[in-house]
């Protein structure tokens, strides 16, 4: 058992002493002082909730860490630098697959396969695009896969190609990407679980203790379930599967036998309740479904990827099947049929809209009506190069009008925080700044659209405790955090994690 005394906040209420062990919190206050153990004084430091991150994908974070890292680049030279070091360094594998980079260095995206192949001419290489919605693959990638001399015919989607039609790089939405990540040999088990283990430790290190994995793709539910296992899952982690609308009938007795799978392994830290649809695309590649046409494109929607019958269909089917509903929508198109095919299959407890970018006005009051958890990813409210490179499909109005993080709380429901890394910084911290300040750190006092800020306080909550709700983990588990500061009080971005604590047990501590 352990007792800290100090600066504590937990369940919305200011403590002075905490004692907790691996089943939970035992006493607060003078109670937990009374008990026969040495306490621990905080002195500077604060105790709260461990972060929980509503939604993420550490797994394909830690395969892109694997590669090329080039997420830090800031232009082309800097990104062909990376990948020719990593190729010089990196024998094996053949493939050099990594991420992300940031789309926006180059205008509307269009990376060019010819860029990589001056510094990689022989062996393929496949960089994900930072929205993870897109992927830029040299010439070499392109020949393995089949797709070099002609774009094959798409129904959701698209690739970028020249005035002869050959493909020039970049490849838009799920059916493109896997005309080449089809092509990539699989990683061998020893690598993916290499892959969770520097992620779960990256996120870890960032005080967070749980974290809804969003997107289950093929093999992925083996190396979660050989890392729980070998007793090396370090994160509380709920799996989500993918639900796609070409194989969903056929998938659900699947998915039903690896939840069955999972289930009895009773295990504390792995669990598979979820499902995920995506409902539309990303602003980016204007592929998000949105009720008046694209500023960039004349009478253009974006790409449902659902019919609403189709989706409405499926979602019944699953939440019936008492799996949680989880639905990636960024248009606001996209955000109304995610609504509505919640409400018509009777609103299942917990449901989830991830991303909501975008949402109608008439659409605001529904998530409290329904009981939909808003799962917002804090860091992209703010005027940034992502943002930006939205504006010419947007307009200025349509962009300033997303990420309404205030109304929504204002209507009564409840919202959630993720990242959704590798998409985008994982640190809690960074998130809390942006929420409560919508601005750039190196411009605090520019906010983009400041009437949508939200307190410290709910912040802090849409970080640890609705997560916690949304994941159905129970609010006193002993998932703690040790900060240098109180985010309440201090500049968050002055503080740093001291001890992240998942079960009662310290699994990072800053030397
Ligand atoms: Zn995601």
Redesign the pocket.
């Known amino acids: 058992m352990r007792l800290l005394s100090g600066e504590i906040f937990l369940n919305g209420r200011t403590r002075k002493a905490v004692a907790f062990d691996e089943t939970g919190i035992i006493a607060f206050d003078d109670e937990a002082l009374e008990l026969d153990v040495e306490f621990e004084e905080l002195g500077s430091a604060f105790l709260t909730h461990a972060f929980m991150d509503g ?3 550490p797994l394909f974070a830690g395969r892109e860490h694997l590669g090329p890292d080039v997420t830090n680049a800031k232009s082309v030279a800097e990104m062909q630098k990376i990948v020719a070091a990593w190729l010089a360094d990196n024998q094996s594998p053949i493939w050099a697959v990594g991420g992300a980079y940031v789309r926006s260095i180059v205008d509307g995206g269009v990376f060019l396969a010819s860029w990589l192949d001056e510094v990689a001419p022989d062996r393929p290489v496949v960089l994900h695009g930072s929205d ?1 919605h897109t992927l830029w693959a040299n010439s070499e990638a392109m020949r393995l896969a089949g797709v070099l001399s002609e774009a094959p015919s798409l129904s959701v989607g698209s690739i970028d190609v020249d005035a002869s039609g050959r493909p020039t790089g970049v490849f838009r939405e799920t059916e493109a990407k896997e005309l080449i990540t089809d092509a990539i040999p699989e990683l061998s088990m020893a690598d993916e679980l290499k892959a969770l283990t520097w992620a779960h430790a990256e996120l870890a290190s960032l005080g967070i203790s749980a974290v809804q994995d ?2 289950m793709d093929k093999g992925m539910v083996e190396v979660y379930l050989a890392a729980e296992d070998l007793g090396e899952l370090v994160l509380r982690t709920n799996l989500a599967f993918w639900v796609r609308p070409e194989s969903w009938r056929a998938d659900a007795k699947r998915f039903i036998a690896e939840r069955t799978r999972i289930t009895a392994l009773r295990s504390p830290k792995l669990s598979a309740r979820t499902v995920k649809f995506f409902a539309d695309g990303v602003f980016g590649s204007a592929t998000a479904s949105v009720k008046k046409p694209y500023d960039s494109s004349a009478g253009y929607l974006g790409d449902p990827v659902w019919s609403s019958e189709e989706l409405n269909a499926s979602v019944a089917h699953f939440a019936a099947a008492d799996f949680q509903i989880h639905i ?1 929508a960024i248009g606001d198109a996209g955000v109304a049929m995610a609504l509505d095919a919640i409400e018509k299959a009777g609103c299942p407890a917990n449901s989830v809209i ?2 909501t970018e975008l949402v109608a006005e008439e659409d605001i009051p529904r998530f409290a009506q329904l009981g939909v958890i808003a799962n917002f990813e804090p860091l992209w409210a703010r005027e940034d190069g992502m943002l930006t490179s939205c504006l010419h499909h947007l307009g200025r109005e349509r962009l300033d009008s997303m990420y309404r993080m205030r109304d929504i709380l204002d209507s009564g429901a409840k919202i959630s925080f993720g990242s ?1 890394w590798p ?1 985008s910084n994982p640190d809690p911290l960074l998130g809390l700044f942006t929420a409560t300040h919508r601005a750039l750190p190196e411009t605090p006092e520019v906010s983009w659209t400041p009437h949508q800020r939200i307190t410290e306080k709910e912040a802090l909550h849409a970080y640890t405790l609705a997560v916690a709700q949304q994941l159905e983990l129970t609010a006193d588990c002993s998932d703690l955090v040790i900060l240098s500061g109180n985010p309440l009080k201090a500049n968050v971005l002055d503080i740093t994690v001291l001890e992240t604590i998942i079960g009662g047990q310290t699994v990072f501590a800053r030397q």
Do not use: E, K
Request: without cysteine; charged residues 10%; proline residues 0%.
């Open positions: 939604h993420a994908h993870h969003a997107w990636h991830a991303h959704d998409v």
